[in-house]
């Protein structure tokens, strides 16, 4: 059974929105070697519309000149959760129907992982069903003061800490999985 992983950058306030703005002044080779490795450990991605409308704006002009991850991103099949997207690119597909049983369905594929990028209303639906195996919470030593919270609304949930990553920038990268307790 394959593992679904939740990437999300946060900020020390919690803001999940525009990490294009307050993210950059961070991105350096030790963010490339761990995000490399999520990625590499992973044979599909897992999208929302919004994250994938953004996402395909950018990566498809991005290949080889850009690095391996840039080719990596392109070549990967994207899974896309939406009521409203019809038609997509950059080898994509919407998942139609109950989204929790189409994830289900992609997780009893063989295979690697399947990455997923972006916090939204698709991650209320993953996590009530317990679909996503670990979270990959890269929490920014950043105060962004404003914009969308991560998670915000959802019931209480406990998770478990299973690793933490520190960078020298100052970001930490903390993974969980279910199972904490209160």
Not at 76 to 96: H, I
Request: aromatic share 10%; hydrophobic share 40%; proline share 3%.
């Amino acid at each position: 059974m394959r593992k679904l992983i939740e990437s999300t950058f946060v900020t020390l306030d919690g803001a999940i929105s525009a990490p294009e703005k307050w993210g950059r002044p961070y991105f350096d080779e030790e963010y490339a070697g761990y995000a490399r490795d999520l990625l590499f450990a992973s044979d599909a991605l897992l999208l929302g519309r919004r994250t994938y409308e953004d996402f395909a704006r950018v990566w498809p002009r991005m290949g080889a000149v850009e690095g391996e991850y840039a080719v990596r991103m392109n070549s990967l099949p994207k899974y896309v959760a939406s009521r409203t997207l019809t038609e997509t690119t950059w080898n994509a597909t919407v998942l139609e129907g109950d989204v929790a049983k189409e994830v289900a369905g992609l997780k009893e594929q063989p295979g690697q992982n399947i990455l997923k990028f972006g916090t939204g209303e698709l991650d209320r639906t993953l996590m009530e069903h317990k679909l996503v195996d670990e979270y990959h919470f890269w929490m920014y030593p950043t105060i962004a003061g404003r914009g969308e919270r991560l998670l915000d609304g959802l019931d209480t949930t406990h998770l478990k800490l299973i690793k933490t990553t520190t960078f020298a920038s100052g970001v930490i990268v903390l993974a969980y999985t279910h199972g904490g307790t209160a």
